[in-house]
């Protein structure tokens, strides 16, 4: 019997279009802001995308596709929903870097930002790797939702896709039990599959 994903979901907040425009505004962002040191004499490291796993995989692909700047990436698992729908306060790191981001900016890329207690936690993680600056580029914002006001570090900015009401949403990479990462768009899921 076949699953029929789209019956579970409530509505539909963003499409697939929406989505794609949106992650192409952030990379020509990304791109403008990082491409200008390339034209002085001593440019400096490119850029590490580092992709909070799973959830921001999605994302992360079309986003560094549409970015026009020599960069690398990386990923980082921060576990902090498990199979629920809240996120828990003290995350723990299950899978660090591979690559060096000592002196480099780092851009975490996360699908959801939530209560902010991931992010400000990863945040003194790639500190404590010596980076030079990092900045977040979030898929989503609740900041209704926040808990812990985290600061980019050095001159590292905020990037949002777009800002998202107090739902439980699934899609575009975030799931709930693993699931429903494979919807190409974002929408809210339906109590009745969660609670």
């Known amino acids: 019997m076949a699953l029929k994903l789209q019956s579970h979901i409530e509505r539909v907040l963003w499409d697939q279009h929406q989505i794609s425009r949106r992650v192409s505004e952030l990379a020509s962002q990304i791109s403008a802001d990082f491409g200008g040191a390339a034209n002085s004499d001593s440019p400096p490291p490119p850029p590490v995308l580092v992709g909070v796993a799973t959830g921001a995989f999605l994302f992360l692909a079309d986003l560094v596709r549409n970015i026009d700047l020599p960069i690398s990436v990386d990923f980082v698992r921060a576990d902090s929903y498990g199979s629920g729908t809240i996120?828990?306060?003290?995350?723990?790191?299950?899978?660090?870097?591979?690559?060096?981001?000592k002196g480099k900016h780092v851009i975490l890329v996360e699908d959801i930002v939530d209560t902010g207690s991931t992010l400000s936690s990863l945040i003194a993680h790639l500190e404590s790797k010596g980076a030079s600056s990092v900045s977040v580029c979030a898929f989503l914002d609740k900041p209704t939702?926040?808990?812990?006001?985290?600061?980019?570090?050095?001159?590292?900015?905020?990037?949002?896709?777009?800002?998202?009401?107090?739902?439980?949403?699934?899609?575009?990479?975030?799931?709930?039990?693993?699931?429903?990462?494979?919807?190409?768009?974002?929408?809210?899921?339906?109590?009745?599959?969660?609670?």
């Open 87 to 101: 996120s828990a306060e003290a995350p723990k790191l299950s899978l660090d870097l591979k690559v060096d981001v």
């Open 145 to 195: 939702r926040r808990k812990v006001h985290f600061q980019p570090l050095g001159q590292g900015k905020f990037y949002k896709g777009f800002e998202c009401p107090d739902y439980f949403v699934v899609g575009y990479g975030m799931d709930f039990a693993e699931l429903y990462r494979n919807l190409p768009y974002v929408g809210v899921l339906k109590p009745e599959y969660y609670k």
